[in-house]
């Protein structure tokens, strides 16, 4: 039993002295300066009182929840059906492409005969 007094006394004497080192850090002084200035009252290495600014002070715990009260029961209106038949669906014409006339089978034989001659 007494190790645990002595593990937790550092964090005692910490947050007796909490309104103390917020004010301190509230007022601009680095972490090193308050806590030389509180480690004959709290007896923490400068890690540990750093742990303990980060936990109490920089970052406290959220107060825990309240209960809140039920809500009162409201009857939902019953959910509505989708129409029986939606109906064709009208879109717009597709774009316009661009006429291509069709080539003559001799201009095409012509061409190329040219080709593989060029070759």
């Known amino acids: 039993m007494t190790g645990d007094k002595i593990r937790t006394a550092g964090r005692v004497a ?12 509230d007022s601009g002084w680095s972490l090193r300066a308050v806590w030389k200035r509180h480690k004959e009252n709290v007896d923490l290495s400068e890690r540990q009182f750093g742990k303990y600014v980060d936990r109490f002070i920089r970052s406290p715990q959220p107060s825990p929840p309240q209960p809140t009260p039920p809500a009162p029961v409201v009857s939902s209106p019953p959910p509505q059906q989708p129409p029986a038949s939606a109906g064709p669906v009208s ?6 492409l661009p006429k291509v006339g069709r080539l003559d089978p001799e201009r095409v034989r012509d061409l190329s005969r040219t080709r593989k001659d060029d070759q």
Do not use: G, Q, V
């Open 14 to 25: 910490f947050l007796e002295h909490l309104a103390e080192i917020r004010k301190d850090l």
């Open 91 to 96: 879109l717009p014409p597709p774009p316009e």
